[in-house]
């Protein structure tokens, strides 16, 4: 595949299929994306990849969490800032609005959050879900670091016929994740990965994006 065609085919999809996916494919990408930048080298991603019975006992517990409206545990790191301001806050609105129709929840919905919590929980169905720490010791060089790493694993289950939904949603059941792949405490969950195939007959769904003056400026160029 491309890699133009890989980057415009990316998407957060919210409906997979049960189809398995051949560890072998995973292994694939996850080897060519060592590849990824980091700074000075360090590759500070720890990733656990889980699928099968141990992935089916953790969406039970996350969800059975869900449901009963536990709020999650305390975050180890905001997942926006406090006070979003125009123009972020209008795109994230937005954005917003079009997952939660897409998804058939209505915005006035009292059951929202937990439904909303519940669908997550689930990985949308996803039969793989990676999840990526790094050591509580790494600064924001490092977070950024592990944002173009999963980048880079997200384009690449593209060239796999693969879809992908990053989750920073699993770090409010960061203990119940932590429990069950290991990892320990010198440990920071970043987010979870949903990976598998397109469930058939889901209308895609693509958030716009603002257009490149927003934000690009060419300079001498």
């Not at 939660?100 to 879900?129: H, M, Q, T």
Request: hydrophobic content about 40%; charged content about 25%; aromatic content about 8%.
């Amino acid at each position: 595949m491309d890699v133009y065609e890989a980057v415009d085919s990316r998407r957060s999809v919210r409906a997979f299929s049960d189809e398995p996916v051949a560890k072998e494919a995973l292994e694939r990408v996850l080897a060519a994306a060592r590849r990824a930048p980091s700074s000075g080298n360090l590759q500070p991603w720890h990733v656990y990849v889980v699928s099968g019975e141990p992935l089916a006992e953790l969406k039970r517990r996350a969800t059975s969490r869900a449901m009963a409206g536990d709020p999650g545990d305390e975050r180890e790191y905001p997942m926006y800032p406090t006070e979003l301001t125009s123009p972020y806050l209008d795109r994230f609105s937005a954005a917003a609005a079009q997952r939660y129709e897409a998804l058939g929840i209505e915005r006035d919905d009292l059951d929202r959050p937990k439904k909303i919590a519940a669908l997550n929980s689930e990985a949308f169905g996803a039969p793989v879900v990676l999840f990526c720490y790094l050591d509580r010791t790494m600064g924001p060089g490092q977070w950024g670091d592990a944002g173009m790493y999963l980048q880079t694993v997200m384009l690449l289950l593209r060239a796999e016929g693969l879809h992908s939904c990053p989750q920073v949603m699993w770090t409010m059941y960061r203990k119940t994740v932590s429990q069950l792949v290991g990892a320990d405490d010198g440990l920071v969950l970043f987010c979870g990965v949903a990976v598998g195939f397109e469930k058939e007959g889901v209308s895609p769904l693509r958030t716009g994006r603002a257009d490149m003056s927003e934000t690009v400026r060419f300079i001498g160029v």
